[in-house]
């Protein structure tokens, strides 16, 4: 079975090039639809509606993830203080995310490979569902049941805030971040144990310039893809084997300005 992952797309159509050019099984999109500063926001819109349409293609899976730049556009969300957060089209916005809600998830899992937008880190997992209380095995679906039953769960740094730690990254960087917020150094740092030895982690969020394919920094532990307005690399799993593909766009393409 080929799976292919594709990274942040923030309103770029550069998806398209990727599923049309794969014949894949599955594609996991790892969030962060929206929040362009180049592409005008009904453009962004329309992107996100056809993304969330192949769902229902009948000859391949899509996994849909949720990435900080989309989860703050849902109504009981109340962080509005995110770089690109758009003002003018909020409300708009939100009431397709609502439209599109039962489409998205937190988190997936197919055999040890586990996605999220940012990763999900040990000292996270034992805040919310304290040590002992989860394993590798269900951490997905608790994962998934915290997204739907308490989603506020996911805002930044909720669980950092309730420890009383020193300091906040404003960036995010802190071991018990959330899946949408944490950033690489924080995982790595956090997944001492359960998650270090058990899983290997796909993640979009921050960006890279390319992707760690040999591992030569995360130990082939991790694969972070939020490549695609660099080096336009996308992850491919297939045959029990990670390997990397990339979709040729000239500068406009990249930044989404060939609209």
Not at 107 to 117: D, K, L, R, T
Not at 208 to 213: A, H
Request: contains cysteine; charged residues 25%.
């Amino acid at each position: 079975m080929k799976t292919v992952f594709i990274g942040d797309i923030h309103g770029r159509d550069c998806w398209k090039k990727i599923v049309w050019n794969e014949a894949a099984d599955r594609y996991i999109f790892i969030g962060d639809y929206f929040d362009s500063f180049d592409i005008p926001g009904l453009v962004q819109m329309h992107n996100f509606k056809e993304i969330m349409e192949w769902k229902d293609h009948p000859q391949a899976e899509f996994v849909y993830l949720i990435g900080n730049h989309d989860y703050h556009y849902f109504d009981f969300i109340n962080d509005t203080n995110t770089s690109g957060y758009q003002f003018k089209l909020a409300t708009s916005i939100k009431h397709l995310m609502n439209d599109y809600k039962d489409r998205l998830q937190m988190a997936y899992q197919f055999e040890n490979i586990v996605c999220s937008h940012a990763g999900i880190s040990e000292d996270f997992m034992n805040a919310v569902f304290g040590k002992g209380g989860w394993n590798a095995d269900n951490m997905v679906e608790l994962v998934n049941e915290q997204w739907k039953y308490k989603p506020q769960t996911f805002e930044f740094g909720s669980y950092v805030q309730m420890h009383k730690m020193s300091w906040l990254d404003s960036s995010g960087d802190n071991v018990d971040q959330s899946p949408i917020w944490i950033r690489p150094k924080s995982l790595m740092r956090s997944n001492k144990d359960t998650l270090k030895k058990k899983v290997i982690q796909i993640a979009g969020h921050t960006p890279q310039r390319q992707i760690d394919i040999k591992g030569m920094a995360t130990g082939g532990r991790y694969y972070f893809i939020d490549t695609l307005e660099n080096s336009g690399e996308y992850l491919i799993y297939e045959d029990g084997k990670f390997s990397i593909n990339t979709i040729k766009q000239n500068k406009n393409e990249r930044l989404g300005l060939d609209k």
